[in-house]
């Protein structure tokens, strides 16, 4: 019963809302309808009738074509293989490696362990990865190992992880900027997350004087002195950002940091302009954006990271997350990133495997700017899906990539995709591993042909129809 209601549920969802989709073309509208449960995929719809599958996938390439993106119509690619653009960077295909805290860093400064975990998933193939939450002062830290862009030192640090990866590979990357507010001075993540430090914290501050948990540091709440401060702050990082050559910007306004416990009514209590309604609620956060789009690059897109719910009793309605993203949109945003949650302890989250795509969808296509879906997605039929149905323009696999760097290339081997790039020492594993890829797809689909119903039964079915 409960995996078979909220299947139902999502779909029921997807009839009282399809208005929103009433704009698609016939051929995603029709794959958005068959995939609104998640029970059929992509590569699931091709075992079921390969033509519509390839009348999609072409329908997808040319879609592209006509954008102006470089796509081969005649042979077209899978839908996580087109590139996308946003403002003046070109992502060679629609995986994101997600902004993954390492909880390495000595002083704020990114190490040789940065540089290899994000050299390799560079070199692995994803076409944009995000930094860890980086913090614009030490106090704006949530562990003593998180990576800071507050001095020069760091700012160096970043340029040399940039310049490998955007001299080995394709990839772009993303900034990603946050400040840990009432979630700060707590233990590394493999201790006790969220827990506050043995010795050695520093103050919080918060919109609200509330703690997070019941052992948690209680934070001052912010005065105007410290709003002006702290955006001070978020804007010298954006500046570290562009000298150290990073070709987006992302500032993080979820997960129930600084930004993000404006935003929630369950974290701010406020009764001054930054409270209240959610025009009040979002007016710092739209201040800290707006003071770092003016200094970021024009023709460099920037993105905000929210939690599109709270998933706790007096949360975030939809109207207000709309409103969020509309008013982000309006401020100069080219992308939403949309995760959930991790606001209140409290919280009861659904999940489910790409759980938090619906909110991605309803934000891409109520409010129409580009979004980013994450929260496990751990396959590239999933990553086709939502692409190809207009959930999402950019899937972001956080924990798949610590398990597997090399994500994208094996994905580009399993649909023997010609157009990804490989580094050039690696041509050799690349040939192999699309043969293999081309036996284990034969053997797939044998295995799948011996599970469908006995012929005899498909036989009765069609004579009786016949009579
Ligand atoms: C080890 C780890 C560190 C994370 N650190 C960050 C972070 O610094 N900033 C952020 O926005 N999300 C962070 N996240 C959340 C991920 O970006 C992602 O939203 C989440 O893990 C769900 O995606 P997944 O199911 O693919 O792992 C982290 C997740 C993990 C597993």
């Not at 862009?149 to 955007?166: G, M, P, S, T, Y």
């Not at 702290?230 to 050559?245: C, L, N, P, S, T």
């Not at 295995?447 to 006995?454: T, W």
Request: net charge neutral; proline share 7%.
């Amino acid at each position: 019963m409960e995996k078979t209601q909220p299947a139902a549920d999502v779909s029921l969802a997807w009839f009282e809302t399809m208005k929103r989709y009433w704009g698609m073309d016939p051929q995603q509208f029709a794959f958005g309808l068959m995939s609104r449960s998640k029970q059929i995929t992509y590569e699931n719809v091709g075992l079921r009738d390969p033509d519509f599958l390839a009348g999609v996938t072409r329908w997808f390439a040319a879609k592209q074509r006509a954008l102006g993106y470089q796509v081969d119509v005649a042979n077209p690619p899978p839908p996580m293989f087109t590139p996308f653009r946003l403002r003046d960077m070109q992502l060679e295909n629609r995986v994101v490696v997600a902004p993954m805290d390492q909880y390495m860093a000595v002083d704020g400064v990114p190490t040789d362990w940065h540089l290899v975990h994000l050299g390799s998933r560079a070199v692995g193939g994803a076409g944009l990865l995000f930094t860890e939450m980086t913090c614009p002062s030490p106090e704006a830290r949530i562990t003593p190992g998180c990576t800071g862009l507050w001095n020069e030192a760091q700012a160096a640090a970043w340029k040399r992880i940039v310049d490998f990866c955007h001299a080995q590979s394709k990839a772009k990357l993303c900034m990603q900027i946050g400040h840990s507010g009432r979630k700060g001075s707590t233990q590394v993540g493999w201790e006790r997350m969220d827990h506050p430090l043995e010795r050695g914290n520093w103050e919080l501050v918060a919109p609200s004087a509330l703690p997070y948990a019941g052992d948690s540091q209680v934070p001052r709440e912010m005065t105007r002195a410290d709003m002006d401060r702290i955006r001070d702050e978020f804007v010298r990082a954006a500046k570290y950002a562009d000298a150290a050559g990073f070709d987006m910007l992302e500032i993080h306004c979820a997960h129930g940091y600084l930004l993000s416990s404006f935003i929630s009514p369950l974290t701010n209590l406020r009764t001054d302009e930054y409270g209240g309604a959610i025009e009040g609620r979002m007016r710092y956060p739209l201040e800290v954006f707006s003071a770092c789009r003016a200094a970021w690059p024009e023709a460099r897109p920037m993105s905000v990271r929210i939690s599109a719910t709270d998933w706790a009793p007096g949360g975030l309605p939809e109207t207000d997350l709309l409103a969020l993203a509309r008013a982000f949109k309006a401020a100069g945003a080219d992308l939403i990133d949309v995760s959930t949650g991790q606001v209140v302890p409290q919280q009861k989250p659904v999940y489910g495997r790409m759980y938090q795509v619906p909110f991605a969808d309803s934000v891409r296509n109520e409010v129409g700017i580009a979004t980013m879906a994450v929260g496990n997605i751990t396959t590239a039929d999933q990553v086709n899906t939502i692409v190809a149905s207009g959930r999402a323009d950019l899937v972001a696999l956080a924990r798949p990539h610590l398990a597997n760097p090399y994500f994208t290339l094996q994905a580009s081997a399993w649909y023997q995709h010609p157009g990804q790039s490989w580094p050039l020492p690696y041509l050799a594993g690349r040939d192999q591993a699309y043969r293999v890829a081309q036996r284990e797809r034969e053997d797939w689909k044998a295995g799948r042909e011996a599970l469908k119903p006995p012929t005899h039964e498909v036989k009765g079915g069609a004579a009786r129809r016949a009579a």
